[in-house]
């Protein structure tokens, strides 16, 4: 409840609106669609009404800077101020990466933080805008959070908001508002030196400066501009334009800042050297909108994410900040299974969890994993509470200069030690909800009749939509994804997006496992060819979509 004495001015009277549910990752839509009168009002007011400790606590505030993030922080401060929330943290222009506001808000134990972002969609006026909340312990909230503010947004009659005061976003120090203090803080510092913790600087710094090593980063002029020129820049001496596309714009280029091979295509060609400069630099990487996933590349060579959350576990030990060993490896169910082949070597458990980070959260705080991932170009560990783009491009910087190997050989020779798991992930965007959801419906009810039947000589021996038990507080989340198991281990999986802001778009996903050597060097599309097949077969993706063809594959 709030005290008479907080509630300056008199609530707004507002109107509820029917489609503010939280989706994957947050509340995603266009934005002209937050701009609708209220509309992001009522949805801060819904979040601010499923915390009976937001009176006297601490939020961190900040967003990836795409179109919006100014005006809607500005709105959020008077939100907060007139709710009675005590302290806001902001980031220095309303700046802060996904994974910076989780270690800050585990840092300064503040009660969650609000970030503006829709992570890799497109930005500017005709594209997508964000919000997200994320709680105490730095993590996504969970869904029975997200529910509960969904269920407030139906109900909603009213807000409460604190005077206009244009609060100077971009100049460091305290200011207050009614109550309320706004600390506008360096929206990089905390963060870099986080990560000094965790890795070998010096090492890296050493790597760096040898002569033979080359790298580039590429923040698709989006969030992790500031930090990727501060950390590889600045502290670890690489040359001066190794981070391109470094400006953080509120359009972001007019780009998908969507690290893959589609839409981070500046960096492909760079690492694959298209010019023919005949030098490639020797470590390439990625990340997107918001900070959270990554790409990585050797020369001439690709990392699938899911090989890159194996490879970094197997090669732990030697980053200080997990020199004694993991508990465990979470990955989620789509993401291939390489992850729980280290597992097993290392004797060590592993999860598999449903897609969408929140469901490590738990894992984490259980203490039982220490590294996890997820297909879609993320990977995390417990130093904080999300996935971690830059982070994950440190854990390969520290294992190259441990191991003086190329990408590519490191990539190579894990292959040979735990056999190599051909994936490949077929996204069809933008098809009408009615046409994804005919499909959807019909792959599930003929589920029950695929059970032993063969395809390509493949046995199916599961068919099913995956559930999940949280093992930690047992809460079960179902129709998680469609999955097909062969009986050699081989997979294909089907699921509905849950961040499009457009139609539907169907994720299938395939994987084949190859223990021997001799066949490690097959063209990924070509070692999947006959999985494809079935998987198009099984879902009638034609005839129900009239797609012949996916519209990213990675
Ligand atoms: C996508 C990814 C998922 C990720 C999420 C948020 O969700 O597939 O792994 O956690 O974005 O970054 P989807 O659109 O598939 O629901
Ligand atoms: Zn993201």
Same mark, same amino acid.
């Given at each position: 409840?709030?005290?008479?004495?907080?509630?300056?001015?008199?609530?707004?009277?507002?109107?509820?609106?029917?489609?503010?549910?939280?989706?994957?990752?947050?509340?995603?839509?266009?934005?002209?669609?937050?701009?609708?009168?209220?509309?992001?009002?009522?949805?801060?007011?819904?979040?601010?009404?499923?915390?009976?400790?937001?009176?006297?606590?601490?939020?961190?505030?900040?967003?990836?800077?795409?179109?919006?993030?100014?005006?809607?922080?500005?709105?959020?401060?008077?939100?907060?101020?007139?709710?009675?929330?005590?302290?806001?943290?902001?980031?220095?222009?309303?700046?802060?990466?996904?994974?910076?506001?989780? =270690?800050?808000?585990?840092?300064?134990?503040?009660?969650?933080?609000?970030?503006?972002?829709?992570?890799?969609?497109?930005?500017?006026?005709?594209?997508?805008?964000?919000?997200?909340?994320?709680?105490?312990?730095?993590?996504?909230?969970?869904?029975?959070?997200?529910?509960?503010?969904?269920?407030?947004?139906?109900?909603?009659?009213?807000? =409460?908001?604190?005077?206009?005061?244009?609060?100077?976003?971009?100049?460091?120090?305290?200011?207050?508002?009614?109550?309320?203090?706004?600390?506008?803080?360096?929206?990089?510092?905390?963060?870099?030196?986080?990560?000094?913790?965790? $890795?070998?600087?010096?090492?890296?710094?050493?790597?760096?400066?040898?002569?033979?090593?080359?790298?580039?980063?590429?923040?698709?002029?989006?969030?992790?501009?500031? !930090?990727?020129?501060?950390?590889?820049?600045?502290?670890?001496?690489?040359?001066?334009?190794?981070?391109?596309?470094? @400006?953080?714009?509120?359009?972001?280029?007019?780009?998908?800042?969507?690290?893959?091979?589609? =839409?981070?295509?500046?960096?492909?060609?760079?690492?694959?050297?298209?010019?023919?400069?005949?030098?490639?630099?020797?470590?390439?990487?990625?990340?997107?909108?918001?900070?959270?996933?990554?790409?990585?590349?050797?020369?001439?060579? !690709?990392?699938?994410?899911?090989?890159?959350?194996?490879?970094?576990?197997?090669?732990? =030990?030697?980053?200080?900040?997990?020199? @004694?060993?993991?508990?465990?490896?979470?990955?989620?169910?789509?993401?291939?299974?390489?992850?729980?082949?280290?597992?097993?070597?290392?004797?060590?458990?592993?999860?598999?969890?449903?897609?969408?980070?929140?469901?490590?959260?738990?894992?984490?705080? @259980?203490?039982?994993?220490?590294?996890?991932?997820?297909?879609?170009?993320?990977?995390?560990?417990?130093?904080?509470?999300?996935? @971690?783009?830059?982070?994950?491009?440190?854990?390969?910087?520290?294992?190259?200069?441990?191991?003086?190997?190329?990408?590519?050989?490191?990539?190579?020779?894990?292959?040979?030690?735990?056999?190599?798991? !051909? !994936?490949?992930?077929?996204?069809?965007?933008?098809?009408?909800?009615?046409?994804?959801?005919?499909?959807?419906?019909?792959?599930?009810?003929?589920?029950?009749?695929?059970?032993?039947?063969?395809?390509?000589?493949?046995?199916?021996?599961?068919?099913?939509? $995956?559930?999940?038990?949280?093992?930690?507080?047992?809460?079960?989340?179902?129709?998680?994804?469609?999955?097909?198991?062969?009986?050699?281990?081989?997979?294909?999986?089907?699921?509905?997006?849950?961040?499009?802001?457009?139609?539907?778009?169907?994720?299938?996903?395939?994987?084949?496992?190859?223990?021997?050597?001799?066949?490690?060097?097959?063209?990924?599309?070509?070692?999947?060819?006959?999985?494809?097949?079935?998987?198009?077969?099984?879902?009638?993706?034609?005839?129900?979509?009239?797609?012949?063809?996916?519209?990213?594959?990675?």
């Amino acid at each position: 409840m709030l005290k008479n004495s907080q509630i300056k001015i008199q609530p707004v009277k507002t109107q509820a609106y029917n489609d503010q549910k939280p989706g994957t990752s947050g509340l995603r839509k266009k934005v002209k669609v937050f701009q609708q009168m209220d509309y992001l009002q009522n949805f801060v007011q819904s979040i601010f009404n499923c915390l009976p400790d937001l009176v006297g606590s601490t939020l961190i505030l900040g967003g990836d800077g795409r179109y919006y993030n100014r005006e809607s922080i500005q709105i959020i401060i008077r939100m907060a101020a007139a709710n009675g929330v005590k302290k806001i943290i902001l980031g220095q222009g309303g700046i802060f990466s996904t994974p910076a506001v989780s =270690h800050l808000i585990r840092k300064h134990k503040a009660l969650g933080g609000i970030i503006l972002s829709a992570s890799h969609n497109p930005a500017g006026m005709d594209g997508d805008f964000g919000i997200k909340f994320n709680i105490s312990n730095g993590g996504p909230a969970p869904e029975e959070f997200t529910d509960a503010v969904y269920a407030e947004s139906l109900e909603i009659t009213q807000y =409460h908001i604190g005077p206009i005061k244009g609060i100077p976003l971009d100049i460091l120090g305290t200011y207050t508002l009614d109550e309320m203090e706004i600390e506008v803080i360096d929206s990089v510092n905390d963060y870099a030196e986080l990560m000094a913790t965790l $890795f070998d600087f010096d090492k890296i710094k050493a790597l760096i400066a040898s002569d033979n090593f080359k790298l580039c980063f590429d923040a698709m002029y989006a969030v992790t501009g500031p !930090y990727a020129i501060r950390i590889f820049e600045e502290i670890l001496g690489a040359e001066a334009g190794s981070v391109i596309r470094s @400006d953080c714009l509120p359009n972001f280029g007019g780009g998908h800042p969507d690290p893959n091979l589609i =839409h981070a295509k500046q960096l492909v060609d760079i690492m694959f050297d298209v010019e023919e400069t005949g030098s490639a630099p020797n470590f390439g990487a990625a990340s997107d909108g918001d900070g959270d996933r990554n790409m990585i590349m050797g020369d001439y060579f !690709y990392v699938t994410p899911s090989d890159s959350l194996a490879v970094i576990a197997a090669n732990a =030990h030697l980053i200080p900040a997990y020199k @004694d060993g993991l508990k465990g490896i979470g990955r989620s169910m789509p993401t291939s299974q390489a992850a729980d082949l280290v597992a097993e070597k290392l004797a060590i458990p592993s999860y598999e969890t449903p897609t969408g980070w929140k469901f490590f959260g738990n894992l984490l705080d @259980d203490k039982r994993i220490t590294l996890c991932g997820e297909e879609s170009f993320g990977t995390g560990s417990d130093h904080i509470r999300e996935k @971690d783009g830059l982070w994950a491009v440190l854990c390969w910087l520290n294992i190259l200069a441990e191991r003086k190997q190329s990408v590519e050989d490191i990539v190579r020779q894990h292959w040979a030690e735990y056999g190599r798991n !051909y !994936y490949t992930r077929h996204d069809y965007e933008n098809i009408p909800i009615e046409a994804a959801n005919k499909l959807f419906t019909t792959l599930q009810a003929n589920l029950g009749t695929l059970m032993g039947r063969i395809f390509n000589n493949r046995t199916i021996f599961i068919a099913d939509n $995956f559930s999940y038990l949280d093992p930690v507080d047992n809460s079960q989340s179902n129709n998680q994804g469609v999955r097909i198991i062969f009986d050699d281990g081989s997979r294909i999986i089907y699921r509905l997006s849950g961040t499009g802001t457009e139609g539907a778009t169907l994720r299938v996903y395939i994987e084949r496992y190859v223990k021997d050597i001799n066949e490690h060097d097959l063209d990924t599309q070509e070692a999947l060819y006959d999985l494809i097949e079935t998987a198009e077969l099984l879902a009638n993706i034609i005839g129900y979509t009239d797609r012949h063809e996916p519209t990213v594959i990675t």
